[in-house]
DNA sequence: CCGGATCCGTATAGATACTG
DNA sequence: CAGTATCTATACGGATCCGG
């Protein structure tokens, strides 16, 4: 750690938390960064869902993974979920105000890598040789 | 569809590539929000560290995933890797420029969970029962 | 027909022990 | 100290079943 607090001034404050095994944090963070879990959520931030159009719109998705990352961020939190009791079943899938401030971040994110995805495929070949 | 596009203005725009499964965003997504990818972007953005370094910082990674993961993000030139020739070998991670800002949107996702922990515990617990 | 739950085979994550 | 080899556990996908 010598060179290392130089600069970073807020970065490194309260942050150390998140390090430890036992900290919350690392299963929401788990959930929320967890495979579909990213996708679900940004597809969310368009808007109400059917569990249906989440697997369509998600390419990839098996049922079992969708539902269950479904049940993971309702659980925390991040997702509603209405189920109409009708024949056929109809349910709709949307994101709590919580939900939508935690995706946000999570679109910045995957905006980031789109954005600069060219210079990223630069930077990889020159490594690939 | 219906109701979904009325509000979200830019959100919705060039998005549609990353829920493909061909795109190479997934790939590189799947890599930067791993279960060891964030913790170890988000360590590095507080300066270079040694291997061991990190694996002390990081609670719970073991050897080998710190090693695979950590050579996933220098494949994605996320990371520079700095080898000394010396006994006992002396290796250094840093984050590229590419990684710093990668890290940045990581840090801001981590930082909301932390910061909004109290809030998203009160509502997982209104689940629980 | 839709939204799952369940079972099972396989691929990958992960821990541990070993090597240069 | 930094990383690989080997082995085990679990995550994942696919197919199937089910209740409305």
């Known amino acids: 750690m010598p060179q290392a607090n130089t600069r970073m001034s807020k970065i490194a404050q309260r942050r150390g938390e998140v390090f430890s095994t036992a900290c919350p944090s690392r299963e929401i963070l788990n959930h929320v960064t ?7 959520l940004v597809a969310l931030m368009e808007g109400t869902h059917r569990f249906s159009d989440l697997r369509r ?8 993974m969708l ?4 049940q993971q961020l309702e659980k925390d939190g991040f997702i509603d979920r209405i189920a109409y009791p009708v ?7 949307s994101l709590t ?3 939508t401030e935690i995706g946000a ?19 990889q070949q020159k490594r690939a040789a």
């Not at 719109?57 to 079992?64: N, R």
């Not at 024949?87 to 899938?93: R, T």
């Not at 971040?105 to 930077?123: F, G, R, T, Y």
């Open 67 to 70: 539902a269950q990352t479904l």
């Open 105 to 123: 971040q999570v679109d910045a994110l995957i905006d980031w890598i789109e954005s600069n995805l060219p210079k990223i495929m630069k930077a």
């Open 87 to 93: 024949v056929p079943p109809h349910v709709e899938y």
């Open 57 to 64: 719109k998600i390419g990839g998705v098996s049922e079992k």
């Open 97 to 99: 105000p919580l939900g």
């Open 34 to 40: 967890s495979r579909w879990g990213v996708l679900v």
